[in-house]
């Protein structure tokens, strides 16, 4: 009894081993390298690069850079000053000769108002052109931030990549070992499982890095089709980022936002200059030209004497002034509404002002407790993390780990790797979230 029941569990040991090994596709022994699509040493796209393209290019920076065209053309009118009139009038007798032509010119002054558009114009570009130095330094923003999102997905990418060549290696080493007999089947299978998600992963990886890549496109001004290939790897950016000098706190005062809203304020004085200037009294010019030819009832006698009709060809000149009288309209609401603006305007350069020091107070903690944190991964314990798998995996193919071991190891390995890259990122953000603040994004 007991010989046949051991017999029945050897075949159906066999039968499931069967099932079970038939089950597991076959694996190449080579995996290409994802990351290596988006990465080129030697001639992918700088970080500095990215920022000059996106400048140059990027259609919604180029559609806001013709508000400048738009505020010198208001300029240029501005200072233009009103237009003389001319009219002309012919009157004739009906069934007669008699006759009368009328030219008239009339001329404005434009009293006390040409400065006042000027000034309001001249102001206006100002802030025009904060406005857009301000896009520009979002943009440029928007393009560091997107740069690292991608450099940083090719990063963990990466370690996908090698982590997946290990143990497709691995893999080929536990078959050896399985059919010698000197290891059991489940330990080959486990490791497969293993494979097969980190491959999953890794393509879902890819996918993360092709999204960020499009919007970085989009950012560069780029068709979704063209090629992209970055240059700088997140830690080299980290580096050259902790490298460069910052601007002092009291640089706040020259970001293009604060310096925007500055403008506002002027533009609203000018505003309130200009109403005041058109409720004042004005004045035109003009002079006019009349000739009439007229004929009388008597008669008279010509040169030669000869009874003729009295007729007389008259000129005129005329000349005046024509005066506005601000008596009931002094544009007493023109006035009130530019003094309300102003008040708005000064409101917002306070949260302009309050909100970039805010923000410059918050990016500082931010920017220190990164760099604290990233020197605690830089202090060796990610040359001990990588050592400590290098050994358990030794330890494994002398046959003294199991793999299970293995497995726990390479699973701490990644984990590491992955949180020592979203330091590198949190860093890197860090920096840029500073420089933003400080108005130093270049």
Request: glycine share 6%; net charge negative; proline share 5%.
């Given at each position: 009894m007991t010989k046949r029941l051991w017999t029945v569990t050897t075949v159906a040991a066999v039968v499931t081993w069967t099932v079970s090994v038939q089950a597991q596709p076959d694996l190449p022994n080579q995996r290409e390298a994802l990351a290596a699509q988006y990465m080129n040493s030697e001639s992918g796209l700088t970080l500095a690069e990215?920022?000059?393209?996106?400048?140059?290019?990027?259609?919604?920076?180029?559609?806001?850079?013709?508000?400048?065209?738009?505020?010198?053309?208001?300029?240029?009118?501005?200072?233009?000053?009103?237009?003389?009139?001319?009219?002309?009038?012919?009157?004739?007798?009906?069934?007669?000769?008699?006759?009368?032509?009328?030219?008239?010119?009339?001329?404005?002054?434009?009293?006390?108002?040409?400065?006042?558009?000027?000034?309001?114009?001249?102001?206006?570009?100002?802030?025009?052109?904060?406005?857009?130095?301000?896009?520009?330094?979002?943009?440029?923003?928007?393009?560091?931030?997107?740069?690292?999102?991608?450099?940083?997905?090719?990063?963990?990418?990466?370690?996908?990549?090698?982590?997946?060549?290990?143990?497709?290696?691995?893999?080929?080493?536990?078959?050896?070992?399985?059919?010698?007999?000197?290891?059991?089947?489940?330990?080959?299978?486990?490791?497969?499982v293993e494979l097969h998600r980190l491959e999953a992963d890794r393509l879902l990886q890819a996918g993360q890095v092709d999204r960020t890549a499009n919007e970085l496109k989009r950012l560069l001004g780029m068709r979704a089709g063209d090629s992209l290939q970055v240059r700088n790897s997140l830690e080299q950016l980290v580096d050259r980022e902790m490298n460069v000098p910052l601007k002092a706190d009291g640089a706040v005062a020259l970001r293009p936002d604060v310096q925007e809203a500055e403008a506002r304020l002027r533009v609203t004085y000018a505003q309130i200059d200009r109403a005041e200037r058109e409720g004042r009294f004005d004045m035109n010019v003009f002079g006019s030209y009349m000739r009439m030819d007229a004929t009388f009832p008597q008669f008279g006698v010509n040169p030669h004497g000869d009874l003729v009709p009295i007729r007389g060809l008259f000129h005129y000149l005329s000349a005046g002034v024509n005066v506005t009288l601000p008596l009931r309209n002094q544009n007493q609401g023109e006035v009130a509404k530019a003094q309300g603006e102003r008040a708005g305007a000064t409101a917002r350069l306070s949260a302009a002002q309050l909100s970039a020091e805010a923000q410059v107070g918050a990016a500082r903690a931010r920017d220190e407790r990164a760099r604290s944190a990233l020197a605690v991964y830089r202090g060796g314990a990610r040359d001990l993390a990588r050592q400590n798998l290098d050994v358990v995996r030794q330890t494994s193919e002398l046959g003294r780990a199991t793999v299970f071991e293995v497995l726990g190891e390479q699973r701490r390995y990644l984990d590491f790797e992955r949180s020592y890259g979203n330091a590198l990122r949190e860093a890197y953000d860090a920096r840029t979230a500073l420089r933003r603040a400080l108005g130093d994004v270049r």
């Open positions: 990215a920022i000059a393209r996106a400048l140059a290019q990027e259609p919604t920076l180029s559609a806001s850079r013709t508000s400048v065209d738009v505020a010198v053309g208001e300029l240029l009118q501005a200072g233009l000053r009103p237009n003389p009139s001319v009219s002309f009038m012919q009157q004739n007798q009906p069934g007669g000769t008699d006759s009368q032509t009328r030219v008239e010119l009339q001329w404005p002054l434009d009293l006390f108002r040409r400065s006042g558009r000027v000034q309001v114009a001249e102001q206006e570009l100002q802030a025009v052109q904060k406005g857009v130095s301000d896009r520009e330094r979002s943009l440029v923003v928007d393009v560091r931030v997107k740069y690292g999102e991608l450099v940083a997905a090719v990063r963990d990418l990466s370690v996908s990549d090698d982590l997946v060549a290990t143990l497709a290696r691995q893999v080929e080493l536990l078959r050896a070992r399985v059919e010698q007999g000197s290891t059991p089947p489940l330990e080959r299978n486990m490791v497969e």
